[in-house]
């Protein structure tokens, strides 16, 4: 399984970014899709993931700014972000699981993904 994310940039406090994952050797409708955010010198932190049920979850800093979303035609996850702040400065790594037995609680821990794209870094200037 590859995870290809892209769509990180630059862009201004209160702004407006697109990423995307492009997933081969799974598919994007059995798998649980996740986004995760590791800022300099912190920990991972769940941001945002998306069931193979259709179930979105989000983190609690979050607070309806980010919208995970997936094309299942294209095998893509996207995670629309808004009114963004300079904390939200980071990397951002896509995260798949093939596993639908998965509980509920694991989604939003990184150990709950066997499998990690390269991340797209995200700076905001405020």
């Known amino acids: 399984v590859q995870l290809q994310a892209s769509g990180g940039g630059l862009v201004q406090a209160g702004g407006s970014l697109r990423l995307s994952c492009g997933v081969s050797g799974a598919t994007v409708s059995r798998s649980n899709m996740a986004w995760f955010r590791q800022a300099p010198g912190k920990e991972r932190e769940f941001v945002a993931a998306?069931?193979?049920?259709?179930?979105?979850h989000y983190g609690e800093f979050v607070k309806g700014r980010f919208t995970i979303s997936r094309d299942n035609a294209k095998n893509t996850v996207h995670l629309q972000m808004d009114s963004l702040k300079s904390e939200d400065t980071a990397v951002y790594y896509c995260a798949a699981d093939t596993d639908k037995s998965t509980i509920l609680s694991a989604i939003r821990t990184s150990t709950g993904y066997d499998y990690w794209g390269l991340g797209t870094l995200v700076t905001v200037s405020s």
């Open positions: 998306i069931r193979y049920s259709g179930s979105t």
